[in-house]
Nanobody, 123 residues
């Protein structure tokens, strides 16, 4: 299995920054089957949306509303989301997600999510 644990959320004022972390752990074969890591967020009453995604070869994708403000990065055991120039509309629960390679022998088809971390931005 794959375990994801987010941290770094909190309450800040508009214009400030936060850095979220996601610790990735689990069975080595399952970890090797991951092809991308992503951050999503869900605000009250809204659908969960993609914030940022990074593949194993470093290709990144960002949601339109965070381009130029948020940056995703990775190291061997963690995924990070640097959030700058935060706005009240960035208020949400932020989730880490691991995407497996469907061609992997260890592909389960099961979406791996963390428990989420709350980010609140006041105006």
């Amino acid at each position: 299995q794959v375990q994801l644990a987010e941290s770094g959320g909190g309450s800040v004022e508009a214009g400030e920054s936060l850095r979220l972390s996601c610790a990735v752990s689990g069975n080595i074969y399952m970890l090797n089957s991951i092809m991308a890591m992503a951050w999503y967020r869900q605000a009250p009453g809204k659908e969960r949306e993609l914030v940022a995604r990074m593949t194993n070869d470093g290709k990144t994708t960002y949601g339109d509303s965070v381009v130029g403000r948020f940056t995703i990065s990775r190291d061997n055991a963690n995924v990070y989301l640097q959030m700058n120039s935060l706005k009240p509309e960035d208020t949400a629960v932020y989730y880490c997600k691991a995407d497996q390679n469907p061609g992997s022998n260890y592909y389960t088809g099961y979406p791996y999510w963390g428990q989420g971390t709350q980010v609140t931005v006041s105006s």
